[in-house]
């Protein structure tokens, strides 16, 4: 889960998204959200080394298509390049794309390509290469979570060192959008787990899947070569193992480490901690909104009423984040966060009185074994809460491996199931909503209401006519509850002192591009 499995669309950074110029003819660009990401140690980092960073979790496969997990897209910018990229001051900037151009009407959209740029098995990186990356990316057959995003675009065509986007509908934030889309050589995919041809700063040495991906530099990347020799990306037995590691030495980085050990691994004079200043991570169980008891609506606020949000908050994020009274994605301190909206405060009478009217006297928490300890301490929470307001909760813990064949891609049913799971996005509601999209969520949320007001908010360039719309969005949201959202967190990543150049970004998404050791 995103976090669990990534469960996000384009998982960008600490941004927020300016209008785009209608009809420029200049390169467009997002600008930041006030802060930049937060970044390790900026001082010169001597040539060569090798950095061992790991995670909880392994990497399944190496298709940046495919992508299932969140830890496989720390692992994508090293291996890929897309048309456009997040820079850690958290601006949009082009990449495999010199510039882009868009029409009056935003519905034409021109990317006009490097002409410098190889995969490493030697073939040139062309327009066709890019045409063909997305056209892959929206045959119905490719398991993709960005296919709704990217439904949007009506057709993509070569002329010659540009490519066209046509658009059905306008949207002011194409080049956002193509973050997260890497560029591959589709005519490499059946070895792309064995001797995948890339175009990034790295190429593999060793896969071993769930286990381990070894990186060696790639000599002829076309950007500024890496500064370490190799990046190896392992699987920790498990979060306590993983910060053993941590602290022994054994790991020069740790992505995802447990709010637990941040208050502890703060103070340690070796560690430094690297979060972004403003986060875009939201902690979100979810429902079958397409099967009883939650396709009733005063199921899921009764849930939303027996959500003891501040214990939680304290108990299983010690105090990491903000709490979430009002169940939507965005965090009150967000710009974009709207108001009058209900506050789902913990009420135990208002939740027994809402699941009597519906129904419901049994759930079942489908949790992680043996990973995500603040699930497991969430769930218990939960049990308890529920047994007052009269409903018994059963508690199941399953390997994580068993996760996307119950639950992915939406559309699969699972009555009766609350599932922990976050999402990590930029602080922007283009990013952060996406998630609800019809088809998306795993909730199975289909609502066109919500969609026509997406639609119309992407297509409006003007900010503040941009975030009433948004408002009425998350007001809707906030009516319908399709998912359970207790608390705002952030995803942090954990180095060395001795390691530089790491950024994260607002989901939480750990950038090792640039990273190196200190001289």
Sequence with gaps: MKRLVALSLPAVAAVTLAACGSGSSEDTTSTPAGTP?????GGS?????????GAASGIPQLNPVLKGTAWEEALFPLLWDGLSRLGPDGTVEPDLATRWTPSADNKTWTFSLRDDVRFSNGKALTANDVVATLKYYQDPDTATQLKTAL???????????DVVFRLSRPNTLLPEVLVPVKIVDTDSLRTIDREPAVTGPFTVAEFVPGDHVYLRRNPDYWGDPASLDEIRLVKAADSTAAVTSLRSGDLDALWSVPSSDIPQLRNEPSISIVEPEVTGVYVSWEMDLSSPPFDDVRARQALAYATDREAIFKAAYYNQGLVAPTNTPLADNSPWFAQGMTDYSYDVDKARALFAEAGVRELTWWGVAGQYPEWNTSGQILQQSLKKAGVDLKIEN??????????????????????PNFQSFAPDPYFQLSFLLRGRCECNWDSSEFTDLFDEAVATPDRDARKAVWDRAQQ????????????????????????????????????????????
């Design 37 to 41: 990401a937060e970044t390790t140690s």
């Design 45 to 53: 980092a001597r040539t060569g080394g090798s950095l061992t960073v």
């Design 151 to 161: 439904e949007p675009i009506k057709s993509v065509t070569a002329s010659g060192g």
């Design 398 to 419: 399953r390997e994580l491996s068993s996760w996307p064949a119950k639950f992915y891609p939406a559309g699969r049913r699972f009555p009766g199931l609350v599932v």
């Design 476 to 519: 809707l949201i906030n009516r319908e509850v399709p998912i359970i959202v207790p608390v705002q967190t952030t995803v942090a990543t954990a180095t060395q002192k001795d390691v530089t150049g790491v950024w994260v970004e607002g989901g939480g998404l750990p950038h090792f591009e640039s990273a190196g050791l200190a001289e």
